[in-house]
């Protein structure tokens, strides 16, 4: 009851520094960094030419399911779109730096909204003939200057579940390309070193609709919605997010620093603003749309995710302005919270504020300066100029085109 009471009173203490601080410092910089890179221009560093697929390969599919538009996967789709229209676009292949493949892997939706990643391999295998048959690009790298927006729970490994993932491995007639995707974690075979990985796609109008006012005090200290168990697909609870989930529940669903459940409240949004610390923890994947959610609506990511790779890294100061706890460290998580000093919380919380930080993280339409999609390009144009190993010799061939499990190479 003592420590209870003791936590209390530090929450009500950080929860009047916060309120206090936002009627003051609203933002910070970190100058000469971060902040810096997350404003770079891509126009005039790279070409861009973008391939035209037939319709099956993206536009039919949209069409069959609009749902695509809005899941968290439709980073492929708008990637494609804001490509078609953007200045760095060339219709000369000739004098292109890179070249992108507008394909939707993704828009396979359940009836529940889920991507089924099995028909992804061969869809992925049949466009690549096709850009290698119809244009001489692809066999002067075999892919090295292209790229390709892969936005699946694990990348290019095509599998929802790791260990079928992992078994799976990246798909090889893309081991050359660049792979932009939202999963990211070191040292894993579904992350190639050469990938750019980006935020989930989540709705800018739809979180701008939710916004209020900045001066509203944070009287939340910890906040988290979402499973904690699967029990369908794991029922002994043991698998699932490495029972980093299950943990957080155990330990602290009795905690009234901790405002966690299941339910899914229809002022979730707000509710994140009204938050000091936002969990993040890994799921089946690293990554969720909770983290582009807590950077927008300023809320302290505490990232739940051993060895993550975060979104756009080389950009975003994540060790600045998030929170960071082991997996194996959950049980200490009020503890480890409540220990960090009222200046640094509020650092974080300048930080969060600063309109870059959070434009980095979304895919507006239309586009804006320093979005993801300008991140993207920014990620490509460090890549350049292409080092001269990128170009084959004629006739030369490095990839296996029938490698994979049968089923992959079945017709699409």
């Avoid at 100058?31 to 997350?38: Q, R, T």
């Avoid at 009836?111 to 002067?140: E, V």
């Avoid at 459940?261 to 509710?271: F, I, L, Q, V």
């Avoid at 302290?300 to 460290?329: M, N, Q, R, S, T």
Wanted: some cysteine.
């Amino acid at each position: 009851m003592t420590n209870r009471l003791s936590l209390s009173a530090i929450l009500l203490f950080l929860f009047f520094s916060a309120s206090s601080a936002q009627h003051n410092v609203r933002t910070e910089r970190i100058s000469g960094s971060a902040g810096d890179v997350l404003e770079d221009n891509p126009v005039g560093k790279l070409k861009v030419y973008v391939y035209e697929l037939p319709s099956k390969y993206n536009k039919k599919l949209l069409q069959k399911d609009p749902r695509c538009l809005t899941h968290m996967f439709a980073a492929e789709i708008f990637m494609h779109r804001f490509l078609l229209s953007s200045p760095v676009r060339t219709l000369n292949p000739d004098e292109a730096d890179w070249f992108c493949s507008p394909i939707y892997p993704t828009c396979d939706l359940t009836p529940t909204g889920l991507p089924l990643p099995f028909k992804s391999p061969r869809m992925m295998r049949s466009a690549i003939q096709l850009i290698s048959s119809n244009w001489p690009y692809w066999n002067k790298t075999e892919g090295a200057d292209h790229f390709f927006v892969v936005p699946h729970d694990f990348g290019a490994c095509f599998h929802y579940q790791e260990e079928k993932a992992i078994e799976r491995g990246i798909l090889p007639l893309l081991k050359r390309a660049t792979l932009v995707q939202t999963f990211g974690q070191r040292n894993h075979v579904c992350l190639d070193q050469g990938s750019i990985t980006i935020p989930p796609f989540a709705p800018p109008q739809k979180m701008h609709a939710h916004l209020i006012p900045p001066d509203v005090p944070r009287s939340i200290f910890v906040y988290f919605r979402g499973l904690f168990y699967d029990v369908n697909n794991d029922p002994e609870g043991g698998y699932y997010a490495r029972g980093a989930r299950a943990a957080v529940w155990e330990n602290f669903k009795n905690n009234p620093l901790f405002d966690i459940s299941t339910d899914h409240p229809t002022t979730y949004y707000e509710d994140m603003q009204r938050s000091i610390f936002c969990l993040c923890p890994l799921g089946w994947a690293p990554w969720s749309p909770r983290l582009v959610e807590a950077v927008v609506f300023g809320c302290i990511p505490v990232i739940i995710a051993d060895d993550i790779v975060l979104p756009f890294a080389d950009a975003i100061p994540w060790e600045e302005i998030g929170v960071f706890v082991a997996e194996k460290d959950v049980p200490e998580l009020d503890t480890i919270l409540t220990s960090i000093p009222t200046e640094v919380i509020l650092r974080k919380q300048r930080l969060l504020a600063n309109p870059s930080m959070k434009q980095a993280m979304l895919f507006p339409q239309p586009a804006q300066p320093g979005d993801a999609f300008h991140q993207i390009l920014n990620g490509l144009a460090r890549k350049l100029p292409h080092d001269g190993s990128v170009y084959l010799k004629a006739g030369e061939k490095v990839l296996n085109w029938t490698a994979g499990p049968v089923g992959d190479l079945k017709p699409w």
